[in-house]
Nanobody, 119 residues
């Protein structure tokens, strides 16, 4: 029953920056981690980054390391994705999802926010 709402997407030129937000509400008990995923036109959904609520451990896809930073505000149940040095290949719909303690798969998903990077 967790609701996730992504925001912050938009259109930028290559080399620009955007910050995405994902606000979680509802039943957040047993929350373990939050992740960002993206899906580009004609491609499969791919993992971007994740962060654990308790320890703040972060994980990144190789394609975004050094450019993207994931962070969280536990009090606000909100996760952020700071995206710098954006490339046209970053163009995709970005989704956030939550992972519960003891569950391997991500459960609740947001509706997504569009990120478009022009060359």
């Amino acid at each position: 029953q967790v609701q996730l709402v992504e925001s912050g997407g938009g259109s930028v030129q290559a080399g620009g920056s955007l910050r995405l937000s994902c606000a979680a509400s509802g039943r957040t008990a047993r929350a373990y981690a939050m992740g960002w995923f993206r899906q580009a036109p004609g491609k499969e959904r791919e993992f971007v980054a994740s962060i654990t609520w308790s320890g703040g451990r972060t994980y990144y896809a190789d394609s975004v390391k050094g450019r993207f930073t994931i962070s969280r505000d536990n009090a606000k149940n909100t996760v952020y994705l700071q995206m710098n040095s954006l490339k046209p290949e970053d163009t995709a719909v970005y989704y956030c999802a939550d992972q519960r303690v003891g569950v391997a798969d991500f459960g609740s998903w947001g509706q997504g926010t569009q990120v478009t990077v022009s060359s």
